[in-house]
């Protein structure tokens, strides 16, 4: 784990629980498995909070202390959260949206608080006088988990060395494991099996009079107390699920830019035709005859049969080999190929290409840029070769070159002539292992994320007082359009903001916005380069 590592898990923790889970998840992740007494001691905390972290055993066996320590890459999932509720507001609609986000923020729940939670959610956002049915919720609930993006949590007892906890302000419950760590979910024989739930009624809008602490409390505690028949089955999204489908998504697209929009949607329809009953570790698809693929074709596509086999052996033939033909039996047997290479060849060539050569260009220079660019291109290169075709002069090419081999852009790979591999009988060849370059490429990417919430930190506390008096105004206009106040009111009402500050937080809230687009650009580069780190140690 990396200084870059602790320094973006420690600010995601603060800005998303609070200073104290970023205190304790920071202690754990720099000083590894502490137990909760070692934990409160030297980090100055009570005993009853703590942050997101896996539980287990201690090291002297049974009998000694639970010791906990910090997941990293759990932490680092919290950058992806927007990505992931996006997808299944675009899968699912508001209520496919508003479920993934309420397991997200808690880490688990049960398959019935998690209804009428999302129930209540969109019922105080409808009109006045309509409600959202359970009914609704649950068959939203049942695809996510019909599609493996919700799976249940392992049973605490079966978890004997490692589970996760990542509701710090529920101390002591169930916890939710996460997906890589063992075991897993997926080793639950009933990871995908919705349990009977008893669930009639429509959800309740929140008024303003339930305002305090000790009602919403006692309201909770009540919802938590009755029975609905799934009373220990907790839930927690499948990231890797999540995962396979952001792959999946990049493949599309890279189809659909190489070659046309049908061989994309044909692509698509084998994709969603084997998402479910695909190993996630699988090299291939399950194969798939031409005749289902055919009949599993959307409405609007109307091709004939003759066209779609010369589609597909157009995919089959293509350099690219995203489509792997596996038999001939149904008009042809058709799976498509998840392995790092050759599936991922374009799309990672894109990725080095374009963000490699920006990095050299952004620290180095364009002739730097142009060099790397060369290498990555040529391989092998010798330097007096590395010259001639950048046509840079040698005493630049020569500190250019060292200058990239100093911060691990690029290598120097000797062949000898001879045994004794004298200098003057020696092949200096300089190359770009991607491998190495993209662990450096993705700490720079956490560093850069690192960056862009210190700076959203600051701009918002730099004008903490502005933002609490907007926040003011908007709950006083929509309580007077709520009682149903007059124009004048509310336009009185309005005016207590000035010109001046309306404009400051018009810009504010664009620089707010901009940081937000960027750090999710960001994260898309970090998934490429997690994906190709992950799939080439794998291979």
Request: hydrophobic share 35%.
């Amino acid at each position: 784990m990396t200084a870059q590592e602790v320094r973006l898990c420690g600010l995601l923790l603060q800005e998303h629980f609070g200073e104290v889970v970023e205190r304790i998840g920071t202690h754990l992740l720099r000083g590894g498995a502490q137990n909760l007494r070692t934990i409160a001691n030297e980090t100055n905390t009570p005993l009853d909070l703590h942050g997101a972290c896996e539980f287990g055993s201690g090291r002297r066996g049974p009998g000694s202390p639970v010791e906990y320590r910090a997941s990293c890459e759990r932490v680092l999932r919290v950058l992806r959260y927007p990505r992931y509720i996006y997808t299944a507001k675009t899968l699912y609609g508001d209520t496919g949206e508003l479920i993934v986000e309420e397991v997200l923020q808690r880490g688990h729940m049960t398959m019935s608080n998690t209804v009428k939670t999302v129930a209540d959610r969109l019922t105080h956002n409808m009109e006045e006088g309509r409600s959202m049915e359970y009914s609704e919720v649950v068959s939203a609930f049942s695809k996510l988990v019909e599609t493996h993006f919700l799976q249940r949590c392992p049973p605490v007892a079966e978890m004997g060395t490692a589970a996760t906890s990542t509701n710090p302000a529920t101390p002591g419950t169930p916890a939710a494991s996460a997906s890589t760590a063992p075991p897993t979910a997926e080793s639950n024989p009933d990871c995908y099996k919705l349990p009977h739930v008893t669930l009639i009624g429509r959800g309740k809008r929140r008024r303003s009079s339930d305002d305090s602490e000790e009602q919403r409390g006692g309201k909770k505690a009540k919802m938590d107390s009755e029975s609905c028949g799934d009373e220990g089955i907790y839930w927690q999204v499948n990231f890797e699920r999540f995962h396979q489908h952001f792959r999946d998504q990049a493949i599309i697209s890279a189809v659909a830019s190489k070659l046309d929009q049908t061989s994309s949607e044909i692509v698509r329809t084998m994709l969603r035709m084997s998402e479910v009953t695909t190993t996630q570790t699988a090299a291939y698809t399950q194969p798939l005859s031409a005749n289902e693929i055919f009949r599993s074709l959307p409405p609007n596509y109307s091709i004939s049969r003759p066209i779609l086999d010369q589609y597909l052996s157009l995919l089959v033939d293509d350099p690219m080999e995203f489509v792997g033909k596996s038999g001939d039996s149904g008009g042809g047997m058709y799976v498509i190929s998840k392995e790092p290479w050759p599936t991922w060849r374009e799309l990672h060539w894109s990725l080095w290409y374009r963000r490699g050569w920006c990095v050299c260009q952004s620290w180095f220079g364009s002739r730097s840029a142009r060099i790397f660019r060369l290498l990555l291109r040529k391989r092998h290169l010798e330097q007096k070769q590395v010259e001639d075709f950048a046509m840079i002069p040698a005493k630049e090419a020569k500190d250019m070159l060292y200058t990239l081999l100093s911060e691990n852009l690029v290598q120097l790979q000797e062949i000898p002539k001879t045994p004794d591999h004298a200098p003057s009988r020696t092949f200096y060849l300089y190359t770009v292992n991607q491998l190495p370059t993209a662990r450096l490429l993705l700490q720079h990417c956490y560093k850069t994320v690192a960056n862009l919430i210190e700076r959203r930190l600051f701009e918002t506390k730099e004008n903490k007082r502005l933002l609490e008096k907007s926040q003011r105004i908007e709950a006083i206009l929509a309580s007077l359009q709520a009682s149903g106040a007059e124009p004048e009111q509310l336009t009185e009402v309005e005016e207590m903001i000035t010109a001046p500050e309306r404009q400051q937080l018009e810009a504010l809230r664009h620089h707010i916005n901009k940081l937000d687009s960027t750090e999710n650009q960001v994260d898309e580069t970090v998934f490429l380069l997690e994906s190709y780190i992950f799939s080439t140690k794998t291979k």
